[in-house]
């Protein structure tokens, strides 16, 4: 079982950054594919960002430019740092992992079998 904790969200103004962390409580997340996905009230969840046990990175095409995944294995620690928000960035952010990898594809294809709890991220105009 794998157990993932985050912190990091907040209310911020459009244009602002925030940067999102996520701790795993888990021997290592070396082998493990990572990554965020988030929903808002009413709508569908995305997946924003994968990263391998490579580095090699995916993002929605919503975000791409503007977030950055990155991992810390030897701190367990996931990140996701995010410029440049926009309001329709307002949502809880989910932290997810996968031992079986990313796949090809989009972070929304990526089967995630464990998630945290989630951390709130507000963007006013």
């Known amino acids: 079982q794998v157990q993932l904790v985050e912190s990091g969200g907040g209310s911020m103004q459009a244009g602002g950054s925030l940067r999102l962390s996520c701790v795993a409580s888990?021997?290592?997340?070396?082998?493990?594919?990572m990554g965020w996905f988030r929903q808002a009230p009413g709508k569908e969840r995305e997946g924003v960002a994968s990263i391998n046990s490579d580095g090699i990175t995916r993002y929605a095409a919503s975000v791409k430019g503007r977030f950055t995944i990155s991992r810390d294995n030897a701190k367990n620690t996931l990140y996701l740092q995010m410029n440049s928000l926009k309001p329709e960035d307002t949502a809880m952010y989910y932290c997810?992992?996968?031992?079986w990898g990313c796949g090809s594809g989009t972070p929304d294809t990526v089967n995630f079998r464990y998630r945290g709890q989630g951390t709130q991220v507000t963007v006013s105009s």
């Open positions: 888990v021997y290592s997340i070396s082998p493990y594919c």
């Open positions: 997810a992992a996968n031992r």
